[in-house]
């Protein structure tokens, strides 16, 4: 009888997703949706909430199938295969942080000792040392969002999900917050989801920082690849400016070299930038125009 191969998990998955569509708040998200990563870091763009409310129990599978690894989505937390940090989450306000952190070690695994131990290792690999003594009514946004990082890998699972991470955070809060995703990367696989970020922003350094990127609109696959691609220099951008002096904004950057089509709202552009340059060219011409930009955002290649 010969012996079933062993398949690395070098080789798994870290997302696969076959038809897969979910039942959310009496909607269908999804339908149909297939991909398959074995990328250590994974960005999901867009509007992914509904496939990670399962994590939680607030959505459910309406057809298809979903993998982490070797395990079903749904039942991966609980199969030591992932850690998740939800998205602002409530937090129990009499705990105290190492508190907070040694209870949910041990709701994993039993051991009072070792939950002890992997508290106070994920406080010291994060720099949230001083933290532990804080009750968690005192943490403010972004130190909730580290806590939730620190959760997330707190029993070493071999993936790792981070929803939204930086969303409501100001730049600098935003960068610290990269930092300590980059962190969680030198130890587990990485699933990071954001929105659709404009360029330069904390969320595009989140992103590029990803080895594949997934977008989805209104539940369907949009577009996918590196960030060297999707938001590649000379892509092309949705621009939306309101002031007096849009026609002089235009013949401005026809000017400049950047292909333009108009769309049906007044002050709205689908543009290709010319080689070799960067939406500083928009905001430049927009500013000098007296406009104001409402919208700016990549039109990532399918």
């Known amino acids: 009888m010969s012996t079933p191969a062993v398949v690395s998990s070098d080789a798994l998955p870290t997302l696969e997703l076959r038809e897969f569509s979910v039942s959310s708040a009496g909607a269908t998200w999804g339908a149909s949706l297939s991909l398959q990563t074995r990328a250590r870091r994974v960005g999901l763009v867009g509007d992914w909430a509904p496939l990670l409310q399962l994590l939680t129990g607030r959505a459910q599978a309406a057809s298809g199938r979903a993998r982490i690894l070797d395990g079903e989505l749904q039942a991966a937390i609980s199969a030591g295969i992932l850690g998740f940090a939800a998205c602002d989450v409530p937090l129990p ?46 943490l403010v946004l972004y130190q909730q969002r580290a806590l939730g990082i620190a959760l997330a890998t707190l029993t070493a699972p071999p993936v790792v999900c981070l929803e939204n991470p930086l969303r409501g955070l100001d730049a600098p809060a935003a960068d610290y917050i990269t930092r300590l995703c980059g962190e969680a990367a030198a130890h587990a696989r990485v699933i990071v989801s954001a929105a659709l970020p404009a360029s330069p922003s904390p969320e595009r350094t989140l992103l590029d920082g990803c080895e594949e990127l997934f977008l989805v609109k209104q539940g369907q696959l949009v577009a996918q690849g590196a960030p060297s691609e999707l938001f590649a220099v000379g892509a092309r951008y949705a621009i939306s400016v309101k002031g007096r002096n849009i026609s002089e904004f235009s013949r401005a950057l026809s000017a400049a070299g950047v292909r333009l089509e108009a769309r049906a709202r007044s002050g709205s552009f689908d543009v290709e930038l010319p080689k070799d340059t960067s939406t500083d060219l928009l905001l430049d011409a927009a500013l000098e125009h007296g406009l104001i930009v409402l919208e700016l955002e990549p039109m990532l290649v399918s």
């Open 93 to 138: 306000s009499s705990f105290t942080v190492l508190e907070y952190l040694q209870h949910a070690a041990r709701l994993s695994h039993g051991s009072a000792k070792r939950a002890t131990q992997d508290a106070q290792r994920a406080l010291e690999r994060y720099g949230l040392v001083e933290l532990g003594k804080r009750k968690l009514a005192q």
